[in-house]
């Protein structure tokens, strides 16, 4: 009975983390313009997720990484269709690529938020460990993003750095970089304009709740 209990209330406090996360992307979307080839600083939607990997354990993490990948790839519906049309990846549809854009920026992304309780048995101050974890979950998100736009988007580095803003050093990374090293860093500085922000928000975020009593406590 007690266990029945238990697995309710992580249920209904899972649930209840997302549904937040939700709004917070929501509420992103409304005020704060996203990139033109995806990605948005949000207002660090990611650490309900995170949270409740460090109050529940990274194995119920998982499940509600997972479910928030879902989640996210039901909110990112129009880019997810456009990818599977004629002019996404060129002019022939490419299922191949639009499947494993799906699968790592959505599903793989954000999945690995459930990394964010692998310190809660590891360092005894409770904010240290949700901040560590915090930083290693967004961490590997942004790497996620990294090794999907040098696969997938590559080509667009040589744009990307002739464009005025980046001049004249642009120039410089053009003519002297290989077209594949050029795409890893188009890729890095890309998703760093907004991963970094967010990952620094969210850490800092993730300090201001720790000092909430009760908010870091562990439920297992």
Request: aromatic share 12%; glycine share 8%.
């Amino acid at each position: 009975m007690e266990s029945k209990r238990k697995n309710t209330k992580r249920l209904a406090e899972s649930a209840m983390l997302l549904a937040v996360a939700i709004v917070l992307e929501l509420v992103s979307k409304m005020f704060i313009p996203e990139f033109p080839f995806g990605g948005q600083i949000t207002l660090v939607c990611m650490l309900p997720v995170v949270l409740c990997s460090y109050r529940h354990g990274v194995k119920w993490g998982l499940v509600v990484s997972v479910t928030y990948s879902l989640l996210q790839m039901a909110l990112g519906a129009k880019t997810v269709s456009a990818a599977f049309l004629p002019g996404y990846f060129g002019e022939e549809v490419l299922i191949s690529k639009a499947l494993l854009m799906c699968l790592l920026d959505y599903v793989l992304a954000f999945t690995v938020l459930c990394l964010g309780g692998i310190f809660r048995n590891r360092i005894q101050k409770p904010g240290i460990a949700l901040l560590c974890g915090t930083l290693v979950a967004l961490g590997a998100r942004y790497l996620v993003h990294i090794l999907s736009g040098y696969i997938l988007f590559a080509d667009y580095g040589e744009w990307f750095f002739s464009l005025e803003l980046f001049q004249p050093w642009g120039a410089t990374l053009i003519n002297t970089l290989s077209t594949n090293l050029l795409g890893f860093v188009y890729s890095v500085a890309y998703n760093g304009c907004y991963m970094i922000p967010e990952i620094v928000f969210t850490a800092i975020a993730s300090l201001l709740i720790a000092k909430i009593p009760g908010v870091v406590r562990k439920m297992d």
